[in-house]
T-cell receptor, first 114, second 109 residues
Framework: DAGVIQSPRHEVTEMGQEVTLRCKPISGHNSLFWYRQTMMRGLELLIYFNNNVPIDDSGMPEDRFSAKMPNASFSTLKIQPSEPRDSAVYFC????????????FGPGTRLTVL | GQQLNQSPQSMFIQEGEDVSMNCTSSSIFNTWLWYKQDPGEGPVLLIALYKAGELTSNGRLTAQFGITRKDSFLNISASIPSDVGIYFCAGSNDYKLSFGAGTTVTVRA
C-alpha cells in the first residue's frame, strides 16, 4: 500500500517567494494533518482537516500560511511570502476511521528559505 | 499542546543491549503512541496503546501504557545497528497528538 506522499522532498527558495507544498494522504483516510518540525520547537500541528474540511487551524503561524484540501486525495500548504524563519521540515499525516488516533506521516518536505 | 517529558534525551547503545525510554505527562491520555524517525524521513508508527496497563509488543519492541494514564515506556531488546534514530512518544485524547522532545539513539563507537 502506498503511504502518504509529499512533494517536493526538498525546496530551496528566496525570501518573498511563494512556496506550495503538496500532500496525497493514504487512500481511504478521512483526516489530514500538516505539521512543521524544527530543532527548537519539535513537531507542531499547523492544521487539521476532516472530510476535506479544516477543523483546527489554530497552529497556522500567521496569514502568510494557508492550506486547502479540494478533495479527499490532495492537500496543499502554501506560504506567501516566505521568510527565512519558515525554514523547517513540513510533514503531512493522515488517519482513517479504523485507525483511531494513529497518524501516518509522509516523508516530509525540507524547506529552506534564503 | 500539552508538554510531555521524554527521557533520556539521548543514549548510546551497543549491539545486543536492551534499551529503555519513557514519557511522562501531567495530563491523562487515552492513547499513547511511539514513533521512530530516521534522518531525512518522517516519523514511523511503532506501537499504539489504548488501555491503561496495556503491554504491547512489536518484534523486539515492547511498550506499556501506564496505569495512571500519565506515562508510557518503550523497551528495545537485543538492539541492532538499525535501531539508531530518534524515538518520539505521543499522547492523544482526540485528533491532537502531543509529542515528546524525542530520544536520540546512537551506536556506541
Amino acid at each position: 500500500d502506498a503511504g502518504v506522499i509529499q512533494s517536493p522532498r526538498h525546496e530551496v527558495t528566496e525570501m518573498g517567494q511563494e512556496v506550495t507544498l503538496r500532500c496525497k494522504p493514504i487512500s481511504g483516510h478521512n483526516s489530514l494533518f500538516w505539521y512543521r518540525q524544527t530543532m527548537m520547537r519539535g513537531l507542531e500541528l499547523l492544521i487539521y482537516f476532516n472530510n476535506n474540511v479544516p477543523i483546527d487551524d489554530s497552529g497556522m503561524p500567521e496569514d502568510r500560511f494557508s492550506a486547502k484540501m479540494p478533495n479527499a486525495s490532495f492537500s496543499t500548504l502554501k506560504i506567501q511570502p516566505s521568510e527565512p524563519r519558515d525554514s523547517a521540515v513540513y510533514f503531512c499525516a493522515s488517519n482513517g476511521y479504523s485507525s483511531y488516533n494513529e497518524q501516518f506521516f509522509g516523508p516530509g518536505t525540507r524547506l529552506t528559505v534564503l | 499542546g500539552q508538554q510531555l517529558n521524554q527521557s533520556p534525551q539521548s543514549m548510546f547503545i551497543q549491539e545486543g543491549e536492551d534499551v529503555s525510554m519513557n514519557c511522562t505527562s501531567s495530563s491523562i491520555f487515552n492513547t499513547w503512541l511511539w514513533y521512530k524517525q530516521d534522518p531525512g524521513e518522517g516519523p514511523v508508527l511503532l506501537i499504539a496503546l489504548y488501555k491503561a496497563g496495556e503491554l504491547t509488543s512489536n518484534g523486539r519492541l515492547t511498550a506499556q501504557f501506564g496505569i495512571t494514564r500519565k506515562d508510557s515506556f518503550l523497551n528495545i531488546s537485543a538492539s541492532i545497528p538499525s535501531d539508531v534514530g530518534i524515538y518520539f512518544c505521543a499522547g492523544s485524547n482526540d485528533y491532537k497528538l502531543s509529542f515528546g522532545a524525542g530520544t536520540t539513539v546512537t551506536v556506541r563507537a
